[in-house]
């Protein structure tokens, strides 16, 4: 006989607990902490970071551990806890130019001020699985070199001085921020580049790709990509100055991309800008791409019609937790839209049959 | 036992009166689908993030809150809402739709008739009644701006070509105050003559797409249809086989393998009150018996 | 050929055109145009592509905003409304056939819902009534009546051109832009079409606009013709004097390069 779906508080509870039991595993196996998850994940720390959109590693190691290592319900745990978190001041623009470079490299100068730096990457590592790295023990220590001291320029900095890439004005305004003001279409540059750095990295990724590919090409060569640390200030009204707040770790792209010009206007290069949390250079190097590819208008270019090109499109879909969310909630029950459906395709179909029986 | 770790209801007072500024606007501009800076709330997009963020910004600790999710206080979601607002806000809870001072739903209007100084508030997935007719947001903006809504119409006239009937069950679109055409979130058409001259403040809350719209207390709200095919709300031909009601809208329950299926009111509150004054359906004596 | 009987009623011209001017950058779009439309009366625009009829047409039609210049239609700034009330204009006085049918029509929607939707736009509310209307006019541009309910693309290109062409008359406008209407079909269609469109033209009392580079359709359509090069008129007149006695040189290659009709 029928029973009403009756104890959902039960069910949700019971679930819970289970969910808890699933996500400690074998108990006989030692605990993850968080501090291994930063340490020996940070690769996953780093990308939770970015689009959880806070710079906390210990805060993204919990929440990687408290998702099961699902990096994008760990993005969503993050984002909860951001939203929360009152807004105390703005920070003063940062100086990727005076960044503690852990790695920097130019695809497009052989060699140049302040050096070529591979630093740790997996670029040239063939992709061979280490057996070695299943027995646990110690790593030998990585041979070391005395850091060049001193500013490390940028390469677009040089291109710039010729004249040879467009300029960029700098504006000290605040820029807007789509998690307090809603998006409104068309936007700006500075909220782009915003809803790209926070954005699905897969999402980011298969865009730029699309762009490589012919839709919407751009012809980008990775001028530069840094990754390293710079310090994050703040102004302090009452001291009147700036003061250090904090040391963070960034990956920088810029893209010296297809020139335009007339015979009036004289060519230039143009730039694309990638700049997100930690090490994620995959993700920069994609925004850089797609911010380009979607500047299409201001710089003068013809709308092929290609989905990088579409800033509705991709402002609209690139965030992997609205995405996520709204995918999901298919889950939920649905029998009331359903069942007027259901009566809908009956009556329908009913109509339809006497019609067919009246035609014979 | 409300949660120190937050304020109540959650939001901060700040974003508390921005939702507050922007559910003003709406009731200023009935219809009218105003921007929010939509905030992430700790469930995902889509489950309801704009209700609860109207939801929380409308509480107040006398309230007395209903959450229902297909008419049903038990369902899942709801639980898992009220639950949510249990603990941030302390605030009392009822299944009672006549006690209630704030309902948040999903795809239903209460059975019960609202009354003055009620809200409900309502979880809606698109907000955008037009926007399966025009993807762009850009162009549907402007189309409500300039009132071109003759599209909204083809489509309704494509439906009676195809079905020789508007084909649209749940979520069928309606104008307000003969300004705006809006989407009632996905109730089912049955539940749109509740929409106008109703007594309560309904509030609408759009979580992913940032937009919150609202009816007025007593604002006219016309389902689309044409002079020659009238909108007609539908529902089950059936009575509610636990309560007998016949003019309450019904879920259709699969009872056994061989077709076996009975209908029951999807508003359980209502469906609990009648039989508690004695209404009984077509199976409520196998019911008295277990 | 003679010219068509030019049914003027009134001595107010229905759009007034003057010093009309658009720039790309460096380069003239149209510049410095100036004419009067009488009601009822058949206005041709020819010249090569890149004469600068198409951007002259889209500033008619407001689909694009000109640098100088003054458009003044039944009395009214053109320039000077807003966007509701010119896209109003849009749907109700004025109406815009698109050389290329898929631009004019909503290939996913049915031929009736496609003759629906402007008669919807303005407040129809009777489905049997815009059915009929529909039908009607499916009949007057020769589509059978039992294709009401097939969508567009299923007809042949000329078919196709003819729904736009009811979908556009459908709400009785008195002005009529027409871009390169026969354009992309084959001869013997085009004839037909030319043939149904003068038949309108004079049954309704409409005033067009049309841009073409097919001088025999304005030969068989226009009361007047306004030849374009680079951006500029060069000349302009009665048709027949036009296209018989032309007096720029460039009218007279253009005239010469074609076939007389």
């Keep these: 006989m029928y029973v009403a779906v009756k104890g959902g508080e039960r069910a949700i509870d019971n679930a819970h607990a289970w969910l808890a039991e699933e996500r400690r595993g074998d108990c006989s196996v030692p605990e993850l902490s968080v501090a291994q998850i930063r340490e020996q994940m940070k690769l996953a720390v780093n990308r939770v970071m970015a689009e959880g959109s806070l710079y906390d590693p210990d805060l993204a190691a919990l929440a990687i551990k408290q998702a099961r290592g699902d990096l994008i319900e760990a993005v969503f745990l993050m984002r909860a806890y951001r939203t929360t978190l009152p807004r105390l001041a703005g920070s003063v623009a940062i100086e990727t130019g005076s960044m503690a470079v852990v790695r920097r490299i130019s695809a497009t100068y052989k060699d140049l001020p302040g050096g070529q730096i591979l630093g740790p990457t997996f670029d040239y590592t063939h992709r061979l699985l280490d057996f070695a790295l299943a027995a646990e023990g110690d790593v030998p220590a990585a041979p070391t070199a005395p850091a060049t001291p001193g500013p490390v320029p940028h390469v677009t900095g040089f291109l710039n001085r010729e004249g040879l890439i467009e300029d960029t004005q700098r504006c000290d305004t605040t820029p807007p921020d789509l998690t307090r003001e809603p998006m409104e279409l068309p936007t700006v540059r500075p909220l782009r580049l915003q809803a790209l750095t926070r954005g699905d990295e897969g999402f980011v990724l298969g865009l730029a790709y699309s762009t490589q590919r012919g839709y919407g090409r751009t012809h980008a060569f990775v ?7 710079v310090g994050v200030e703040v102004e302090i009204p009452e001291l009147g100055f700036a003061v250090e707040i904090a040391e963070i770790e960034l990956t920088e792209c810029e893209t010296v991309n297809q020139f335009k010009g007339s015979k009036t206007e004289p060519p230039q290069f143009t730039r694309g800008y990638g700049l997100v949390f930690g090490q994620s250079e995959r993700k920069a190097i994609s925004m850089s791409l797609v911010d380009r590819a979607l500047r299409w208008r201001e710089l003068g270019e013809d709308n092929s019609g290609a989905p990088a090109q579409d800033e509705e499109f991709v402002l609209m879909h690139c965030d992997n937790i609205q995405a996520t969310g709204f995918l999901e909630h298919i889950k939920l029950p649905h029998y009331v839209d359903f069942q007027s459906e259901l009566e809908l395709v009956r009556r329908l179909r009913s109509e339809a049959i006497v019609l067919t029986e009246a035609a014979e | 036992m409300t949660d120190q770790a937050y304020n109540f209801a959650y939001l901060d007072e700040q974003t508390k009166r921005m939702i507050r500024r922007a559910i003003l606007k709406g009731i200023a501009v009935p219809g009218y689908q105003v921007p929010f800076a939509s905030r992430e709330m700790p469930m995902p997009y889509g489950w309801g993030t704009g209700g609860v963020q109207v939801t929380s910004a409308c509480l107040v600790p006398e309230d007395r809150l209903k959450v229902i999710d297909q008419g049903a206080d038990d369902t899942t979601n709801a639980v898992s809402i009220r639950k949510f607002f249990q603990r941030t806000a302390g605030v009392a809870v009822t299944e009672a739709t006549a006690e209630a001072t704030v309902i948040q739903t999903r795809h239903r209007i209460p059975e019960t008739p609202l009354h003055e100084g009620q809200i409900l508030v309502y979880q809606v997935p698109i907000p955008e009644p037009l ?18 809504y003759g599209l909204m119409h083809v489509k309704l006239y494509e439906d009676i070509a195809r079905h020789g009937t508007i084909a649209t069950s749940y979520a069928y679109p309606v104008k307000v105050e003969g300004r705006y055409v809006m989407d009632p979130s996905p109730i089912p058409k049955f539940d749109n003559p509740k929409l106008g001259q109703n007594p309560a403040i309904q509030l609408f809350g759009a979580g992913r797409e940032q937009r919150i719209y609202a009816l007025p207390p007593f604002t006219e709200v016309v389902s689309l249809d ?17 309560c007998g009601a016949r003019d309450s809208y019904l ?14 009111c999807s508003d359980t509150d209502f469906c609990a009150g009648r039989q508690a004054d004695g209404h009984r359906g077509r199976l409520s004596a196998v019911e008295a018996v277990q | 050929m003679t010219m068509m009987p030019r049914t003027i009623t009134t001595d107010e011209p229905l759009l007034a055109v003057s010093g009309l001017t658009k720039r790309y950058g460096a380069r003239i779009g149209c510049a410095d145009v100036s004419f009067d439309l009488y009601p009822g009366e058949v206005l041709g625009i020819v010249g090569e592509s890149g004469s600068g009829k198409s951007t002259l047409l889209s500033c008619l039609s407001g689909h694009l905003r000109p640098d100088f210049g003054r458009i003044t239609y039944d009395a009214r700034d053109v320039l000077a409304m807003g966007e509701t009330e010119r896209r109003r204009l849009g749907r109700t006085d004025w109406a815009y056939v698109h050389q290329n049918p898929r631009d004019g029509l909503r290939m996913g929607v049915s031929a009736g819902g496609n003759v629906g939707e402007r008669l919807m736009a303005i407040g129809a509310r009777h489905y049997g009534d815009i059915r009929d209307k529909a039908a009607d006019w499916l009949g007057r541009v020769e589509i059978a009546a039992d294709r009401i309910d097939d969508r567009p693309t299923a007809f042949s290109g000329g078919m196709q051109q003819r729904l736009q062409i009811a979908r556009n008359l459908v709400t009785s406008p008195r002005l009529v832009f027409m871009d390169e209407p026969t354009g992309g079909l084959d001869v013997s269609v085009q004839a037909r079409l030319l043939d149904l469109l003068r038949g309108l033209v004079r049954d309704l009392g409409l005033s067009v606009i049309i841009v073409t580079h097919d001088l025999a359709v304005v030969r068989l359509l226009a009361h007047r013709l306004m030849v374009m090069k680079g951006g500029r008129v060069v000349e302009q007149g009665l048709t027949d004097q036009v296209l018989d006695d032309p007096q720029h040189a460039y009218t007279q290659l253009l005239v010469s390069s074609v076939l007389q009709v």
């Excluded at chain 2, 044409?226 to 636990?242: G, I, M, Q, R, V």
């Excluded at chain 2, 879920?251 to 029951?264: A, H, L, S």
């Design chain 1, 223 to 229: 001028g530069e990509l840094r990754i390293g640390w």
């Design chain 2, 226 to 242: 044409f002079d020659d095919h009238p909108f007609e709300p539908s529902k089950a031909p059936h009575d509610c086989d636990l």
């Design chain 2, 251 to 264: 879920d259709e329950v699969i009872t056994d393998d061989r077709g076996g299926r009975m209908f029951v």
């Design chain 2, 131 to 148: 926007r399966f007719l025009e993807p762009r947001e850009t162009e549907t903006r402007k189309m409500h701006e300039l009132e071109e």
